[in-house]
């Protein structure tokens, strides 16, 4: 990551980034950060700050120009959340976001990061967290 010559962050291919916060953001030594490729189209990278080595992994919670669909065929995008010094990646999935005749529904998913690799730790919801606290 680098700075441009008129203060923007930018990754390795150019492309504009979040800045990095003050800190590590994830599990002590990796930044998480996405990236904008396009409209409706993101791209996540998860680097190891130590070694400049991304997991590959993480690409699976990215979105191409086409919307990504679950297997029973909702268009769907991923939020990840996660806390600096936990290995732990929550994945939502937001369903039917795009769609004015439906009403948007979220799935949720836990992963660990375990010796560079993302695992899956739950099975998928067919709710978010927040949805349950209601």
């Known amino acids: 990551m680098h700075k441009d010559e008129w203060g923007d962050w930018r990754d390795e291919l150019d492309h504009l980034i979040v800045p990095p916060?003050?800190?590590v953001n994830f599990a002590g030594e990796y930044y998480l950060s996405k990236h904008g490729c396009g409209t409706g189209c993101f791209t996540y990278e998860l680097t190891n700050l130590k070694t400049g080595v991304n997991v590959p992994d993480i690409y699976m919670f990215s979105g191409g120009e086409f919307l990504l669909k679950t297997?029973?065929?909702h268009p769907y995008l991923t939020e990840l959340y996660?806390?600096?010094d936990s290995r732990l990646l929550i994945?939502?999935?937001?369903?039917d976001f795009d769609d004015p005749n439906k009403t948007e529904t979220c799935r949720q998913r836990y992963f660990v990061l375990?010796?560079?690799?993302?695992r899956p730790i739950s099975r998928t919801f067919l709710f978010c967290t927040e949805d349950r606290e209601q």
């Open 21 to 23: 916060g003050p800190e």
């Open 71 to 73: 297997k029973d065929g």
């Open 82 to 84: 996660h806390m600096p």
């Open 91 to 95: 994945a939502e999935y937001h369903l």
């Open 114 to 118: 375990k010796n560079g690799k993302l």
